[in-house]
């Protein structure tokens, strides 16, 4: 392979040959993951389902008295290597009305890391930041 297709060692497949073209496999990704930290300001839940092949997430953002559903979102799924089978991360972006917001998540252990980076489009001069929760299935 040269180097023109790949930008690090890791995007070469193994040397036992080619992959077929398979979808990564979602399960460890699924289901109705609650923030560690019941005072977040940030995200208070996350659900992740399969809608064929491809992660579908549906964010809580933390509020009072209740939290704010932001919707549904179609998202990317990403292996640990080209070569890999099982979801260990994923991305993707919710375009509100005031604000768009990038979600990447991975694994680590047995837990769910979520980044989330927050842009403002509407004008209002606040400034874009970031923050990361740390979330667990019950």
Request: proline share 4%.
């Amino acid at each position: 392979m040269s180097n023109a297709m790949m930008t690090r060692v890791r995007d070469q497949l193994p040397a036992a040959g080619t992959r077929a073209a398979l979808s990564i496999d979602l399960r460890p990704l699924m289901g109705g993951w609650v923030n560690y930290n019941e005072n977040s300001t940030g995200i208070n839940r996350v659900y992740i389902d399969d809608w064929e092949g491809t992660p579908t997430l549906r964010v809580f953002g933390a509020s009072r008295p209740a939290p704010i559903d932001w919707g549904e979102v179609a998202g990317a799924a990403f292996a640990d290597g080209v070569g890999g089978r099982e979801a260990v991360g994923f991305t993707a972006t919710y375009d509100l009305d005031f604000a768009q917001v990038l979600l990447a998540g991975y694994l680590n252990k047995r837990l769910l890391v979520l980044d989330a980076y927050s842009m403002f489009t509407d004008g209002s001069g606040r400034a874009n930041y970031f923050q990361r929760d740390h979330f667990y299935l019950p």
